[in-house]
T-cell receptor
């Protein structure tokens, strides 16, 4: 089965500084990977997805992620954090079997002024 | 607005009550899902309906009973719940069950007292 590991439960940055949210995956074949964001009291929203096309994927709100097969990573980045980016971010891998999407445990991004 | 609407947004119920959560999707999708989101745990898929046919998840207790009267509506009937069932219940939909993009509602916060 496929799985993802989000290496940090919390990440704190200052507004205007870069954001890096780390995700490593485990997959026996070429994976499909996603990042979702969940703002307080909201559902999950798709940020971006990788499906074996370009390895650098651009998403909404200035986020992007790079698929690195050699490192089995799919880290999420943004050049400059905004206060509105404060939320929980989930790395997700596509799977076979009942659970078609397997979610990581989430990384809470805190942005300070 | 994601196209997936959940009601109620908040529900408090006693352990002997019977209540239902409702979900409606306006996206023309053929698959609908119930997820459970608890603190410190990965998002857990409870039930899937694809073309109104239920795909079982045998790990879900029978006190949770889903119903899908048509492809746009999904219910989660709740009966004799336990305090540990308190969580955010998220409804989602997708075009099909292939594991591509899933669209989430904003969730129903359930507290069992």
């Amino acid at each position: 089965a496929q799985s993802v590991t989000q290496l940090d439960s919390h990440v704190s940055v200052s507004e205007g500084t870069p954001v890096l949210l780390r995700c490593n995956y485990s997959s026996s074949y070429s994976p499909s990977l996603f990042w979702y964001v969940q703002h307080p009291n909201k559902g999950l929203q798709l940020l971006l997805k990788y499906t074996s096309a370009a390895t650098l994927v651009k998403g909404i709100n200035g986020f992007e992620a790079e698929f690195k097969k050699s490192e089995t990573s799919f880290h999420l980045t943004k050049p400059s954090a905004h206060m509105s980016d404060a939320a929980e971010y989930f790395c997700v891998v596509r799977n076979t079997g009942f659970q078609k999407l397997v979610f990581g445990t989430g990384t809470r991004l805190l942005v300070s002024p | 607005e994601t196209g997936v609407t959940q009601t109620p947004r908040h529900l408090v119920m006693g352990m002997t009550n019977k209540k239902s959560l409702k979900c409606e999707q306006h996206l023309g999708h053929n698959a609908m899902y119930w997820y459970k989101q608890s603190a410190k745990k990965p998002l857990e898929l409870m039930f899937v309906y694809s073309l109104e046919e239920r795909v079982e998840n045998n790990s879900v207790p029978s006190r949770f009973s889903p119903e899908c009267p048509n492809s746009s509506h999904l219910f989660l009937h709740l009966h004799t719940l336990q305090p540990e069932d308190s969580a955010l219940y998220l409804c989602a939909s997708s075009q099909d069950r292939s594991g591509n993009t899933i669209y989430f509602g904003e969730g129903s916060w359930l507290t069992v007292v």
